[in-house]
């Protein structure tokens, strides 16, 4: 009963809440309250200053420092000469000025604070002169980030006021007095001013964050992007501009902080307009957008590196085409499109042009008139409050379409309720207890009696009510094949699929025995050996797999060869072999059909596989169907054919892999042979769980290990891994194995690799790689500075051996010093057997340095919880989803996902098997930060990244290396 109170509850409240956002009475309070907003911003913005009155403005000369004078005493005297002017404008001359102040004493009785008014002042020095001619030199303080004061209280007999300053781009400078009380009242003005505006900047950014997180939008990323480059222009205009999220800034870092500023609102405007006007990027614009975000990253690059004169020389002609362009695209897109977000936009962009309007008639007629109300402040508030409003416009468009889409549905729906009667399907509706609702007549002529109940068991209320359950969440679907055995004992196949939303179940059944009958006879066909009718080795394989599927089992594999066969076929001929293999697998069931599975392996031999549990009992009729062999000769066509047979007993221990189980049978009956050869007759060959075991092991390390020992030429080689983002960063790769053929040429190694893995080596082998790749790094650390990261991949054999765990760590402390160039790549992590002691390991490395890659992401083990558990700091997508990524929308689609999630995670992401230009395009706008892949190079000598400065240095052809550095300095979509 509760349940159903809160249930009602919660659809009155939401029926409220839409019924509030529809009403037209709401969007006129949001307007009132959107022009309160604005007034109280105007008035808290306002430049007017009741004490500004009160000041007194000190004319002063200036003079260039272009030469060092003799003496102090010779820059007063003839500053005393100069002419003199109330405003300093330095026009981008970077060149100390001197500045020369003479005061009256009278004023100075009651103005006794002396401040100096610029933005851009950023060295200074100051004396005061006496009437006797004396320096003292003034303590100079800060006071609102644009002014630089000194208190002149008790020197009366000031004369003047002598100064060095030294400016950073276009710079202007006024003297003024004001008493101590008007002076700290102005004081107070401007830090409220600028507490207010920090105050609704920091607050939309902040709602604008949560609104990105919830949404998950690229669109209030930008709009919060935008939001701070406008807040640090506003610090820069009104001289706050020294300190970021509390940290003051030197003088280099102040000039790039400004230029960074304005580079970052250039370039955030051109995203934001990027993102708003989604069908403008698909029209004639699309290059003049391009070309924007070329000059956006071209502002970005020069504000790190160009001087401050430079950049703005750049800066200020290219922001006057960008705001013409900007302003006629979005005027066309209003009038094609009739949009009102273009509106609003455009609203923004005309504030914001007002304000710097007005920002250059009171530098340039030096009248402040329309700063009190046009000043950078007000108008950044302004310029944000219509950007959200047509943020707002945008998503109010984008949710109108939505309900236009679902009113399209619901109409769709609809139409297929017309035709739902007519289906020739049997289709059906049942509710969440599973009681049947709606069905058509092919529903009703085949499975409901005349009484109008199911006739069979899995249309029953109750299995339909599980499978609703089981479906968990609306949206999801189920397919299920369901034998059913009639009445004559036939059996028929019926296919239920179903799907479910909130309040029902939808399903569809249809008769395909026919169809099955098939299937099963090509799965039969597939699994079986057409002449005997055993299985082959594909069914078992598959026989022995669904066994281990069960758990881990012991075996007994009882194998058979007829001898000399081949001079039987040359006797008798084909036809006559064929029936003697036939009439022996029949023998050969007869006796061991019903203790396991038999199947054909080889055109001669024969394996049957037997369950620990009936191995005493089916030894015993194994003997048995021998000694009928030996006694009793085949009658095939009138002929008796006698063959002599071969017979391996093989005792395998507890196994859970196929493979093998299979190796360890083909090991034997090889020895098998290779014994009744040497000793010249057949025999019964027995081989226990040790020996078996000795045999495949022998095998492995003999043709693959070569006696235990490395083959030789082994050899390590890096693979060049290229950053997208930051192509000028220092270098990465990947240590690789390969093999130095006596040519000098690079080849695989992955036999090497193979045998470790099957053989248990893997620890071996990485530990080798691992010692290998820091001894290189030790000795070549003078050579290898550019190098930052070097990856080498961990399997998850070692992994879970944890003496390689403990040897690693040792190995790792000696070598500390290349530590933090260390990145350990692990492989098939859903392998790992203690996944608590890796976490652990990890740990430990990573407080050396060490940083952790996850490889194969999207393939194989790796899944999306070990990127979490194991706070991976790199995560490598498999190539086999990147080479098909420009082919295939699932590719395309998994890629996406998995650099958000990496992006999320603040984790960096490695593109593999990257091997031409457009899959190096496509994973760059996709937002991946490095790729790895022949296209860039493969596995070279590692003494080629000594004293290397780019991957693209190790091309041959500079042509190709130039369209990648192309695409990689490209701005992705």
């Not at 249930?7 to 509030?20: E, G, P, T």
């Not at 949206?475 to 019926?494: A, C, H, N, Y």
């Not at 594909?538 to 026989?543: A, D, E, K």
Request: hydrophobic share 45%.
């Amino acid at each position: 009963m509760k349940f159903m109170q809160a249930v009602l509850v919660n659809r009155k409240f939401f029926r409220f809440i839409q019924s509030l956002q529809n009403a037209p009475w709401v969007q006129m309070l949001s307007v009132v309250l959107l022009i309160c907003f604005i007034a109280v911003s105007i008035v808290n913005l306002s430049l007017f200053d009741e004490h500004a009155e009160r000041e007194v403005r000190v004319q002063f000369s200036s003079m260039d420092n272009d030469q060092t004078p003799d003496s102090i005493f010779t820059v007063l005297e003839q500053m005393k000469g100069e002419p003199r002017a109330e405003i300093l404008r330095t026009h981008l001359d970077e060149t100390p000025f001197w500045i020369y102040a003479s005061l009256n004493a009278a004023v100075l009785n009651h103005h006794n604070q002396m401040y100096f008014e610029s933005r851009h002042l950023v060295q200074s020095i100051c004396w005061r002169e006496s009437t006797v001619g004396e320096l003292e030199q003034l303590v100079l303080r800060t006071n609102q980030g644009r002014l630089l004061s000194t208190s002149l209280l008790g020197k009366a007999d000031t004369q003047g006021v002598l100064c060095q300053f030294s400016f950073v781009g276009p710079a202007t400078l006024q003297i003024g007095l004001q008493s101590q009380a008007d002076f700290n009242a102005s004081s107070l003005d401007f830090e409220r001013r600028q507490g207010f505006l920090e105050g609704v900047l920091y607050l939309m950014i902040g709602f604008v964050a949560l609104a990105a997180i919830m949404t998950r939008s690229s669109l209030f990323v930008s709009y919060g992007f935008w939001l701070f480059a406008s807040l640090r222009l506003v610090a820069l205009s009104e001289g706050w501009d020294h300190t970021l999220f509390g940290i003051e800034l030197g003088i280099e870092t102040l000039s790039h902080a400004r230029m960074t500023a304005l580079a970052m609102y250039f370039a955030s405007t051109v995203l934001m307009m990027w993102h708003l006007f989604e069908n403008v990027r698909r029209e004639s614009w699309v290059g003049v957008l391009r070309a924007l975000q070329g000059a956006s990253i071209l502002f970005m690059l020069l504000a790190l590196v160009a001087p401050y004169r430079t950049f703005l020389e750049l800066f200020w002609p290219m922001s006057l085409v960008a705001v013409s362009v900007v302003a006629w695209v979005v005027i066309q897109y209003f009038l094609e499109k009739r949009d009102r977000v273009a509106i609003y936009y455009l609203a923004a962009m005309l504030i914001t042009l007002t304000g710097a309007v007005a920002e250059v008639l009171a530098a340039w007629f030096e009248h402040t008139l329309l700063l009190q109300y046009f000043n950078s402040a007000s108008v950044t508030v302004f310029a944000s409050v219509m950007t959200a409003v047509a943020l707002a416009e945008y998503f109010r468009k984008a949710q109108l379409q939505q309900q236009l889409a679902a009113r399209e549905i619901e109409q769709a729906h609809e139409r297929l309720e017309s035709v739902f009667d007519i289906a020739p399907s049997a289709m059906f509706t049942s509710s969440v207890s599973g009681e049947l609702l709606k069905y058509n007549k092919r529903f009703v002529d085949v499975f409901l009696n005349r009484e109008g109940k199911p006739v069979f068991d899995f249309l029953q209320a109750q299995r339909l009510q599980t499978l609703f359950n089981l479906l968990e969440t609306p949206g999801k679907s189920s397919r299920r094949e369901l034998p059913i055995v009639m009445g004559d004992g036939q059996t028929r196949w019926f296919e239920l699929v179903v799907n479910r939303d909130d309040r029902e179940l939808v399903g569809v059944v249809s008769d395909f025995t026919a169809r099955k009958d098939k299937e099963l006879a090509l799965q039969h066909q597939a699994t079986h050996d057409e002449l005997t009718g055993a299985l082959n080795r594909r069914g078992l394989q598959h026989s022995i797999h669904n066994r281990l599927i069960k758990g881990a089992g012991t075996f007994t594999v009882f194998c058979t060869e007829i001898q000399q066969f081949s001079r039987i076929v040359s006797a008798y001929g084909l036809a006559v072999s064929d029936q003697l293999l036939q009439a022996f697998q029949i023998e050969l069931h007869k006796y061991l059909g019903s203790y396991g599975e038999v199947a054909r392996l080889h055109v001669d031999q024969f394996v049957v596989l037997i369950h620990q549990a009936d191995a005493l009992r089916a030894e015993d009729e194994f003997n048995a169907f021998l000694e009928k062999i030996e006694a009793t000769p085949f009658q095939l066509d009138g002929r008796a054919i006698q063959p002599t047979v071969l017979a391996t007993l093989v005792f395998q221990g507890v196994i859970d892999n196929v493979l093998d189980v299979m190796e360890t049978v083909e090991v034997s009956m090889r020895e098998s042979s290779a014994k009744t050869k040497r000793s010249g007759q057949a025999e019964r060959i027995v081989y226990e769980q040790n020996q078996t075991r000795r045999l495949l092991e022998q095998s492995r390390t003999i043709r693959r290990l070569g006696d235990q020992k490395l083959p030789q030429g082994l050899t390590l080689a890096w693979q060049p891994i290229l950053a997208l983002e930051q192509p000028d960063m220092p270098l990465y790769a990947e240590a690789l194995l390969r093999i130095k053929g006596e040519d000098g040429q690079l080849s695989s190694a992955g036999f090497l690799l193979e045998a470790c893995e099957r053989g248990g080596h893997t620890a071996f082998l990485d530990n080798w790689v691992l010692s290998q790749s820091l001894d290189f790094l030790s000795e070549n650390s003078e050579a290898l500075k550019k190098l930052s990261v070097l990856s080498i991949n961990v399997s998850p054999g070692s992994l879970n051996d944890e003496v390689f765990l403990q040897d690693t760590l040792a190995l790792i402390l000696v070598h500390q010093a290349q530590a933090s160039k260390l990145c350990l790549e692990i492989t098939e992590v859903g392998s790992v057997i203690n996944l608590p002691a890796v976490q652990t390991f990890i740990e430990q490395v990573r407080t050396l340095g060490v940083r952790i890659a996850l490889d194969d992401f999207g393939a194989g083990y790796s899944n999306f919880r070990y990127a979490i558990d194991l706070h991976a700091d790199v995560i490598k997508i498999d190539g086999s989803i990147i080479k098909n990524i420009c082919h295939s929308t699932e590719s395309h689609a998994v890629t996406t996902a998995i650099v958000g999630l990496a992006h999320d995670l603040g984790c960096k992401c490695v593109a593999e098997w990257v091997e031409d230009l457009h899959t190096l395009r496509e994973v760059k706008e996709l937002g991946v930060d490095y790729v790895q892949g022949y296209l860039i190079s493969p596995a070279v000598e590692c003494t080629r990244f000594l004293n290397l400065q780019s991957p693209l240095d190790l091309m041959q052809d500079q042509d190709r290396a130039m369209m990648i550095q192309d695409i990689v300095d490209a701005l992705p979509c």
